[in-house]
């Protein structure tokens, strides 16, 4: 049973000294490794292990193919100028082969924990010879692997696995007591910017988790771009989370005055404290507008867009 630590109770900068104590005491005279997203619960895990460990820690960022538009640049040069130093690692090409031809989502999930834990960042590890790896495992995550509604690709010993037995090395996870909304305040406490503390939660599985079907270097193109228009419109919103969804059936529309069978994209906006519970946010009429304008304008192939509107439950706020 973890014990979670709740927004009211949470002391940031006692928790930040007690998980650095943590840490170091962990780690010992050993080295440890993280992969670095830039989401905020690896970011603010990337600051703790800095923190505990200096340069015993080796922070990397693994470009997989699945991120959003000029996200490994950006990730990179944000924590250069925070002191990090962090490697980039191309395994594009491993994620997509090992995604083609995969159309269930808790395959697909399964085929990225695996690519990831095993193979790219498995090898990373047992090359480094780090003993230990610094993950952004937290409570929401545990919650709904167990629970069965979605597998995270982050969650092992929760479901009898072993780690050390599996992958060969152990994994610390610091921030497992919190919810998102206290991994914020903590981000803050470490002097993380803003924009990346109260950044909206992206999935382990990146792009992937909003792809319904196979997982394509079209598809992916497709749904980065439509992506961008969407955060770029409802950035000002204060939603918890937003994002585009693009589907696998082709749908009938209509360009220069005869029938295009073209791609669909669903639009979901949310609002939520913790990821649990989730409402779709009540955006006016002119903002949606402006984002199907701007999707079937900018997004070549795309004939359809939506806005969903099921809160979570029965929903879940990702689609994959």
Same mark, same amino acid.
């Given at each position: 049973?973890?014990?979670?630590?709740?927004?009211?109770?949470?002391?940031?900068?006692?928790?930040?000294?007690?998980?650095?104590? +943590?840490?170091?005491?962990?780690?010992?005279?050993?080295?440890?490794?993280?992969?670095?997203?830039?989401?905020?619960?690896?970011?603010?895990?990337? %600051? $703790?292990?800095?923190?505990?460990?200096?340069?015993?820690?080796?922070?990397?960022?693994?470009?997989?193919?699945?991120?959003? +538009?000029?996200?490994?640049?950006?990730?990179?040069?944000?924590?250069?100028?925070?002191?990090?130093?962090?490697?980039?690692?191309?395994? @594009?090409?491993?994620?997509?082969?090992?995604?083609?031809?995969?159309?269930?989502?808790?395959?697909?999930?399964?085929?990225?924990?695996?690519? *990831?834990?095993?193979?790219? *960042?498995?090898?990373?590890?047992?090359?480094?010879?780090?003993?230990?790896?610094?993950?952004?495992?937290?409570?929401?995550?545990?919650?709904?692997?167990?629970?069965?509604?979605? @597998?995270?690709?982050?969650?092992?010993?929760?479901? &009898?696995?072993?780690?050390?037995?599996? *992958?060969?090395?152990?994994?610390?996870?610091?921030?497992?007591?919190?919810?998102?909304?206290?991994?914020?305040?903590?981000?803050?406490?470490?002097?993380?910017? +803003?924009?990346?503390?109260?950044?909206?939660?992206?999935?382990?599985?990146?792009?992937?988790?909003?792809?319904? &079907?196979?997982?394509?270097?079209?598809? $992916?193109?497709?749904?980065?771009?439509?992506?961008?228009?969407?955060?770029?419109?409802?950035?000002?919103?204060?939603? *918890?989370?937003? %994002?585009?969804?693009?589907?696998?059936?082709?749908?009938? &529309?209509?360009?220069? &005055?005869?029938?295009?069978?073209? %791609?669909?994209? +669903?639009?979901?906006?949310?609002?939520?404290?913790?990821?649990?519970?989730?409402?779709?946010?009540?955006?006016?009429?002119?903002?949606?507008? @402006?984002?199907?304008?701007?999707? $079937?304008?900018?997004?070549?192939?795309?004939?359809?867009?939506?806005?969903?509107?099921?809160?979570?439950?029965?929903?879940?706020?990702?689609?994959?």
């Amino acid at each position: 049973m973890i014990n979670e630590i709740k927004i009211t109770e949470l002391e940031p900068e006692k928790f930040i000294q007690e998980k650095i104590s +943590e840490i170091r005491d962990a780690v010992g005279n050993g080295t440890a490794i993280n992969a670095l997203s830039g989401g905020v619960d690896s970011s603010v895990v990337t %600051m $703790l292990g800095h923190r505990a460990l200096g340069e015993k820690l080796r922070t990397i960022f693994i470009q997989n193919g699945l991120m959003r +538009e000029g996200e490994p640049e950006s990730v990179v040069r944000i924590f250069r100028d925070l002191g990090v130093n962090v490697e980039v690692i191309d395994a @594009r090409r491993e994620f997509i082969e090992a995604l083609k031809g995969i159309t269930d989502p808790e395959e697909k999930r399964e085929a990225i924990t695996q690519t *990831f834990y095993k193979k790219v *960042f498995g090898r990373i590890v047992r090359e480094s010879g780090a003993r230990f790896l610094l993950q952004g495992t937290i409570l929401t995550d545990v919650d709904e692997t167990v629970a069965g509604i979605k @597998r995270q690709h982050n969650v092992f010993a929760q479901l &009898g696995i072993d780690p050390q037995e599996a *992958f060969g090395y152990q994994i610390l996870e610091p921030l497992i007591q919190l919810r998102k909304d206290c991994v914020r305040v903590v981000g803050r406490a470490l002097g993380l910017p +803003e924009e990346i503390f109260n950044r909206i939660p992206f999935p382990g599985p990146a792009l992937a988790a909003r792809i319904i &079907g196979e997982v394509t270097e079209e598809k $992916l193109e497709v749904v980065r771009k439509a992506t961008s228009v969407v955060e770029e419109i409802l950035k000002e919103t204060g939603a *918890f989370q937003y %994002m585009a969804i693009l589907h696998n059936d082709r749908v009938t &529309g209509m360009r220069g &005055g005869k029938r295009d069978f073209g %791609m669909q994209i +669903e639009v979901r906006c949310w609002d939520s404290t913790d990821a649990r519970t989730a409402t779709p946010t009540r955006l006016s009429f002119e903002i949606l507008e @402006r984002v199907a304008k701007s999707i $079937l304008e900018e997004v070549p192939g795309v004939v359809s867009v939506t806005y969903n509107i099921a809160p979570k439950p029965p929903s879940t706020i990702e689609a994959v």
